[in-house]
């Protein structure tokens, strides 16, 4: 079946530094959405890309979807403690969403 | 608009007994999904329930099954309780499937531990 591989597992940025977390397929994929969880929490819906090439902003992250849509990343600019918890890719699959490991985000004291 | 509510909050069983979670999706939507997350690790798709049927499942063994009632809640049965089924079980909800985007919506979970 499909399969989605995620990198980093987790990533330690000092405040203010930047994150990036990548998401890669052996196949095109329809179409991939991103999610967050914080710690203790549940999955939350961040955005979903369609397009080839497709890049999107919301304030300091910046999803990108590529060319072959067979890759997507995650970047986040200057990060702050609300940006800790652990984000997720999900390609879509005939209406059934395959998961990524997830990348988490832990910054450093 | 309410969200996607599971019950109960916390489980606590032992090994052998059986386990019955409950999900009641966002109204007006017709799928609810269902996945196990081990505690630190990534979300295992379990079950996809849709118009009440089961659309597919994961790849566990046959004592997690389901079923998704007519108004689209959704049961997840555990039986045979085994230790590695302690997780955080969370259910989603998403639009009926026919719609282009079909984000999904996930409740607060249930947290089983097995002793």
């Known amino acids: 079946g499909q399969q989605v591989m995620q990198i980093p597992q987790y990533q330690h940025v000092q405040e203010g530094e930047d994150f990036t977390t990548y998401c890669n397929s052996s196949t095109t994929l329809s179409n991939i959405q991103w999610y967050k969880q914080r710690p203790g929490g549940h999955p939350v819906f961040l955005i979903q890309?369609?397009?080839s090439g497709e890049v999107k902003k919301q304030k300091r992250l910046t999803f990108q979807f590529g060319e072959a849509k067979k890759n997507s990343s995650l970047h986040i600019t200057a990060t702050q403690t609300t940006d800790v918890g652990t984000y997720f890719c999900?390609?879509?699959?005939?209406?059934?969403?395959?998961w990524g490991a997830g990348t988490k985000l832990i910054i450093k004291p | 608009e309410a969200g996607v509510t599971q019950s109960p909050t916390h489980l606590i069983k032992t090994r052998g007994q059986q386990a019955t979670l409950r999900c009641s999706p966002i109204s007006g939507h017709t799928s609810v999904y269902w996945y196990q997350q081990a505690l630190g690790l990534g979300l295992q798709f379990l079950l996809w329930?849709?118009?009440?049927?089961?659309?597919n499942r994961g790849n566990f063994p046959p004592r997690f099954s389901g079923r998704q009632f007519p108004n689209y809640s959704s049961e997840l049965n555990v039986n045979a309780l085994e230790l590695e089924d302690s997780a955080l079980y969370l259910c989603a909800s998403s639009f009926p499937t026919k719609r282009q985007y079909n984000e999904q919506f996930f409740g607060p979970g249930t947290r089983l531990t097995v002793l």
């Open positions: 890309l369609v397009k």
């Open positions: 999900a390609p879509d699959s005939n209406y059934q969403l395959i």
């Open positions: 329930y849709d118009e009440g049927e089961e659309r």
